[in-house]
């Protein structure tokens, strides 16, 4: 069983920048990899990025390549979500999901949702014009 718990979300204004952490609990962190996804009002939940139990591969959302950083400190049980120059658009709840404990040999796998098995409540990020 794991647990995660989302946090950094907030307002700030376009421009600006965030920084989301996801708190995982559970002996088997390190062995799953973590997915980011974020659904905006009347949209389904898309992917962010992606880091593998080891967090020697990350993967990003071709859209938001450049403006995220993925990384994770199995020592904390910790995944970061750092996001810059956000854009009204980037308003969404972000969540944050592990999947099994076993990696993907398709590196597509991590992007999509059905590969997560656990999933937090998300964190609200609303960013102002």
């Known amino acids: 069983q794991v647990q995660l718990v989302e946090s950094g979300g907030g307002l700030v204004q376009a421009g600006g920048s965030l920084r989301l952490s996801c708190a995982a609990s559970?002996?088997?962190?390190?062995?799953?990899?973590i997915g980011w996804f974020r659904q905006a009002p009347g949209k389904e939940r898309a992917f962010v990025a992606a880091?593998?139990?080891?967090?020697?591969?990350?993967y990003y959302a071709d859209s938001l390549k450049g403006r995220i950083t993925i990384s994770r400190d199995n020592s904390k049980n910790t995944v970061l979500l750092e996001m810059s120059s956000l854009k009204p658009d980037d308003t969404a709840v972000y969540y944050c999901?592990?999947?099994?404990?076993?990696?993907?040999?398709?590196?597509?796998?991590?992007?999509?949702?059905?590969?997560?098995?656990?999933w937090g409540q998300g964190t609200q990020v609303t960013v102002s014009s």
């Open positions: 999901a592990a999947g099994p404990a076993a990696s993907y040999s398709v590196a597509s796998l991590y992007s999509a949702e059905t590969s997560y098995v656990y």
């Open positions: 559970g002996r088997t962190f390190r062995d799953r990899a």
């Open positions: 880091v593998t139990g080891s967090g020697s591969r990350t």
